[in-house]
T-cell receptor, first 115, second 114 residues
Framework: DTGVSQNPRHKITKRGQNVTFRCDPI?????LYWYRQTLGQGPEFLTY????????KSRLLSDRFSAERPKGSFSTLEIQRTEQGDSAMYLC?????????????FGNGTRLTVT | AQSVTQLDSQVPVFEEAPVELRCNYS??????LFWYVQYPNQGLQLLLK??????LVKGINGFEAEFNKSQTSFHLRKPSVHISDTAEYFC????????????FGTGTRLQVTL
């Protein structure tokens, strides 16, 4: 168990550029979540996958955001035409199964700075 | 809809002193409750969780929390803190639905000093 891995750790981009983040969950975990955390706030739910199916998206996930998990393993989160308000820590988490008996395991996050 | 309130944004405490971090929740259904800790530039680590059964839950690093349904609270306690406990602590609630997604509070910064 190597934990949840996120890359890159930091990303600085100019407003209007596209960025893509990657998350590798714990290998046997079938559920994968994306959260966003802004300074001084708790993480906010963005979306989650069960295997390759994206089952729920938050209203926070505007049409500039897209997430995929093509083979039910790693996931990518893309932000198009970035805005300064997108600056945040993007956290990925994974879990086994659908019950709350299976806690979420978080990665160390990708910190995005939009200048 | 669920929500979590952590009234204290910062809690300063001396090493070896006891500490309590407060958490209140609001939900129209039965809930599962969690405490996570976040060290600088890291992700969140689960400290403890309440799913059902005993209202006193023990977690890692000597922390414990008590679920109080009538007061809708889930306060986190430690009888004697260490410098290494300095971190951000988040209370979270889940409705236990199929998504198992968490709603987090805004966090409490625990600052332990000598």
């Amino acid at each position: 168990d190597t934990g949840v891995s996120q890359n890159p750790r930091h990303k600085i981009t100019k407003r209007g550029q596209n960025v893509t983040f990657r998350c590798d969950p714990i290998s046997e975990h079938n559920r994968l979540y994306w959260y966003r955390q802004t300074l001084g706030q708790g993480p906010e739910f963005l979306t989650y996958f069960q295997n390759e199916a994206q089952l729920e998206k938050s209203r926070l996930l505007s049409d500039r955001f897209s997430a995929e998990r093509p083979k039910g393993s790693f996931s990518t989160l893309e932000i198009q035409r970035t805005e300064q308000g997108d600056s945040a820590m993007y956290l990925c988490a994974s879990s086994l199964g659908g019950s709350s008996n299976s806690p979420l395991h978080f990665g160390n996050g990708t910190r995005l700075t939009v200048t | 809809a669920q929500s979590v309130t952590q009234l204290d944004s910062q809690v300063p405490v001396f090493e070896e002193a006891p500490v309590e971090l407060r958490c209140n929740y609001s939900s129209s259904v039965s809930v599962y409750l969690f405490w996570y800790v976040q060290y600088p530039n890291q992700g969140l680590q689960l400290l403890l969780k309440y799913l059902s059964g005993s209202t006193l839950v023990k977690g890692i690093n000597g922390f414990e929390a008590e679920f109080n349904k009538s007061q809708t609270s889930f306060h986190l306690r430690k009888p004697s803190v260490h410098i290494s406990d300095t971190a951000e602590y988040f209370c979270a609630v889940s409705d236990g639905g199929t998504a198992s997604k968490l709603t987090f509070g805004t966090g409490t910064r625990l600052q332990v000093t000598l």
